[in-house]
């Protein structure tokens, strides 16, 4: 699976949101016991990924469910698209400097690094930064990734990034988790392409080369980074998400 997304509770319905929604007392018995049930569905998710769910997550789990609906997307300028039969094999975009916030992980699998780096960033856009107040989510959350020199696997470090809302992008809030850093990005310029589905190290690795077949040879970009951006909850079957690759600088 993908990463751990505050989408996995959709799943459970506007009346569970409901059940932990805003201008109630927080200590309240069916705040709890709303917070207990979202818990245990996210916890059950977090298996899939062989990724421990600590019992602290609980609120910032409940936080996103309140907030879900609210989704900014990150600004960029479509340049150009290129396909057959008016179905667009891929696009090329232009992406504006701006902050992210970001988090690094090795974990032995791609799925727990991005996991456990979604994990912190939850904590961070929820109340564990400088203004103590949810921040906003905005998509997609890119996680970017280095292929061995064999270009056969991907290297075990995946920086995973969330770009800050509008909001925020000109006085960051500042993170209380020292492994989160916000970092601004410079422009960029990428070729995407659209797939459906899980996100393994397998499915990204066929990505990449069916990428490559549609471009032909080409010194223009990257060889060896790549970013694979998530929009939807992993437990949907045919998900959306996107394998960007990185043009080089002109």
């Avoid at 409901?18 to 245990?40: I, N, V």
């Avoid at 292929?147 to 809030?173: C, D, H, I, M, S």
Wanted: one cysteine or more; glycine letters at 6%; a negative charge.
């Amino acid at each position: 699976m993908a990463r751990i997304t505050l989408e996995d509770l959709e799943q459970l319905g506007e009346e569970s949101a409901a059940a932990d929604g805003e201008g109630g007392d927080s200590d309240s018995e069916d705040d709890q016991e709303g917070e207990t049930r979202l818990f245990a569905h996210w916890e059950a998710v977090a298996s899939t990924h062989r990724v421990s769910l600590p019992r602290d997550m609980a609120r910032p789990i409940s936080q996103m469910v309140r907030h879900s609906q609210a989704r900014e997307p990150v600004p960029y300028v479509s340049l150009s698209q290129h396909g057959k039969c008016e179905e667009a094999a891929y696009e090329e975009r232009q992406y504006p400097a701006g902050k992210w916030a970001c988090v690094t992980m090795g974990e032995p699998m791609y799925e727990q690094s991005i996991s456990m780096s979604f994990m912190k960033l939850m904590r961070y856009i929820c109340k564990e930064n400088s203004v103590g107040c949810h921040l906003g989510m905005t998509i997609p959350v890119l996680n970017e990734i280095h292929l061995t020199k064999e270009g056969t696997e991907l290297e075990r470090e995946v920086l995973t990034a969330y770009y800050l809302p509008g909001a925020f992008q000109q006085n960051p809030p500042v993170p209380m988790d020292p492994e989160i850093h916000i970092t601004e990005r410079a422009p960029l310029r990428v070729i995407t392409r659209v797939f459906y589905g899980m996100t393994t190290e397998e499915t990204i690795l066929r990505e990449i080369s069916l990428l490559w077949e549609l471009l032909g040879p080409t010194d223009t970009v990257l060889r060896e980074t790549y970013i694979v951006a998530s929009y939807e909850n992993p437990s949907i079957p045919q998900r959306r998400n996107e394998i960007w690759f990185i043009c080089q600088a002109e």
